[in-house]
């Protein structure tokens, strides 16, 4: 391919990924503020943005720090909620089945709720896209450097403003996340796990160590990954019939 037709596809992906990065940034300034509440390094902060790149899990460990929960519950707490990946994972898998091992691990690293959200869409209107990874790429990347960026706003001034954390600034997350999630309600599986998550969530909404949040996203796992199974096993029958 040629260098122009990849750089232009990059530069699509980051294009079209601008919206997210809008809603990410408060969300980015707010992790890097909350890291001073806890006994982590500033470095130690930016470090684990670096590394593992994911937003609800980092503030999920940041919080159970700062409640002094053991290592294992921080472990198996980011790690449930996390599983949603892989169905992020296996939806776009058909997509990129194709690259060299290389790719598939570095579009993994990258792959967010909101790159997930544009590339859904993006795989949607050109399924048959021979360099849909390139604008994967641009999207991945604009999102990784945007978390960076303000992860390190947040931890400079959080420092000089110990409040940054209760100006309110996560409702824009809350859009964020909204804009990504309504649009996937028209198909079954994905209503029924957001229906079965927020009514697990509310269920267990008193649980300590926000348990009832990683009950929530478990129900909403299991009922999705069930949903599309069942459906995927009609479809095949149907076809063979």
């Not at 260098?3 to 232009?8: E, H, K, L, M, Q």
């Not at 790149?53 to 472990?75: C, H, K, P, R, T």
């Not at 997509?95 to 690293?109: D, M, N, S, Y």
């Not at 209760?166 to 309600?185: E, K, N, R």
């Amino acid at each position: 391919m040629p260098p122009t037709s990849a750089f232009s596809h990059c530069m699509a992906g980051v294009r079209d990924t601008v919206p997210m990065l809008v809603g990410a940034a408060p969300f980015g300034m707010i992790f890097g503020a909350l890291v001073g509440t806890t006994t982590l390094a500033p470095w130690q902060g930016q470090l684990m943005s670096l590394s593992v790149f994911a937003g609800s899990s980092q503030f999920i460990a940041v919080g159970l720090m700062a409640g002094l929960a053991s290592a294992l519950v921080i472990w198996f707490a980011t790690l449930i909620v996390n599983l949603r990946h892989m169905l992020y994972a296996a939806a776009l898998l058909p997509h990129v089945r194709h690259l060299p091992q290389r790719w598939r691990w570095l579009l993994g690293f990258l792959l967010t709720d909101e790159t997930f959200a544009v590339m859904d869409s993006y795989y949607r209107k050109h399924p048959q896209a021979p360099h849909g990874h390139w604008y994967f790429l641009g999207s991945g990347l604009s999102m990784y450097a945007n978390w960076q960026c303000w992860t390190l706003v947040g931890l400079v001034f959080g420092a000089v403003f110990p409040q940054l954390q209760t100006l309110g600034l996560d409702f824009a997350m809350v859009v964020t996340f909204l804009s990504i999630v309504v649009p996937q309600l028209r198909r079954t599986p994905h209503l029924a796990a957001a229906l079965a998550a927020g009514a697990m969530a509310y269920a267990l909404k008193d649980l300590p160590y926000k348990l009832g949040l990683l009950g929530a996203v478990v129900a909403g796992v299991v009922v999705g990954m069930l949903l599309t199974q069942w459906r995927a096993r009609q479809a095949a029958a149907g076809s063979m019939a």
